[in-house]
């Protein structure tokens, strides 16, 4: 068995993916990132998406307590969201929403427009948001809704945000902007990209859910190193995958694997809040401020897989993107 056979097996379907969650958590033990005290936020704009639960609502809630001005974009719960969050904050004023869908351009469209009309700056983005469906769904857009909500609609959201110039730091802090990717290590085992029929929307079941969250993850790697890349001396691109962490992102898994599925996450996965840690070092350490480019699983340092870093397939992976937003009548890069 060659070593991506052996990585595929460890994710292929979703008790696969619990047991090997399970593992990577017991690895992780006793590995921490230090985050001084200095790491602060105040005078930083942050946007948050996915921000309403789990992991990206820690993940607020961390950057709130750090003094840091938070955009909250959410789908639902855009209200409840930001009052939780505004208890955290030493300023409750500073903490605002947007409502944002990723299922739909539009509402990406929409998003942008309603922050550049706010006249923000964002200095810290974390795209966050993302979703393991138990099939293929066909969004309003034409494209499938894991393949959109985990890959596309986050492209859109990062062009737009630099076409429409809302990137940037403040001119009273001397740091530069940075844009952090919550991503997957199961883009490690995702199928290759199939490039002739690339965003074309094909049905799958149940049994696929794990591997094309794992496509999705493993594309917007790639467009992430791409991205890093592009903007190496203006806005630092880091990702990570954040480890196993309790939240109800397989909300869809079938009602037969829901209990068991429930009790091994409070057994053995780590609690969002354990889980934002490293999010938050890659939002305001200021000791990697002269880096690009940092991948972390949970809280290690690694390389993301050599399918997710070739230069060349980041370089088509850029192109092929703008090829189908604009055929959705959303053209970037203009």
């Not at 230090?34 to 609502?57: E, I, K, P, Y």
């Not at 609609?153 to 530069?176: M, Q, Y």
Request: hydrophobic fraction near 40%; aromatic fraction near 6%.
């Amino acid at each position: 068995m060659t070593e991506l056979d052996r990585s595929r097996a460890r994710y292929d379907g979703a008790l696969a993916a619990t047991i090997e969650g399970i593992a990577n958590r017991i690895r992780q033990r006793g590995v921490e990132l230090s985050l001084a005290n200095g790491d602060r936020l105040d005078g930083r704009t942050c946007l948050v998406t996915g921000a309403n639960r789990g992991l990206g609502l820690a993940v607020a809630h961390d950057l709130a307590k750090r003094g840091g001005t938070l955009v909250l974009a959410c789908r639902s719960g855009l209200d409840e969201t930001v009052a939780a969050i505004q208890k955290s904050a030493k300023r409750p004023e500073l903490v605002t929403g947007v409502k944002l869908d990723l299922g739909d351009l539009e509402s990406v469209e929409e998003t942008m427009v309603d922050l550049q009309g706010r006249g923000v700056k964002i200095d810290v983005t974390i795209l966050n948001a993302g979703i393991v469906p138990r099939e293929a769904r066909r969004t309003r857009d034409g494209f499938d809704e894991s393949f959109q909500v985990n890959f596309l609609a986050n492209v859109l959201f990062s062009r737009r945000l630099l076409e429409l110039d809302l990137v940037g730091s403040s001119p009273t802090i001397d740091l530069k902007p940075r844009i952090v990717v919550v991503s997957s290590e199961s883009h490690r085992s995702s199928p290759t990209v199939d490039w002739p029929s690339f965003g074309t929307f094909r049905p799958w079941g149940m049994r696929q859910a794990v591997e094309q969250y794992g496509y999705g993850k493993l594309l917007l790697q790639l467009y992430t190193q791409e991205l890093s890349r592009r903007l190496e001396n203006l806005i630092a691109v880091h990702s990570l995958c954040p480890g196993a962490v309790r939240t109800d992102i397989g909300r869809e898994a079938p009602s037969w694997a829901k209990p068991l599925l429930d009790v091994t996450m409070r057994a053995f996965f780590q609690s969002p809040e354990h889980a934002a840690v490293p999010v938050v070092y890659l939002a305001a350490s200021r000791a990697i401020e002269s880096e690009t480019g940092i991948y972390l699983h949970a809280r290690q340092r690694k390389a993301p897989s050599e399918a997710a870093t070739d230069p060349g397939s980041g370089r088509r992976i850029w192109d092929e993107a703008e090829r189908l937003l604009s055929d959705a009548g959303h053209a970037v890069g203009e």
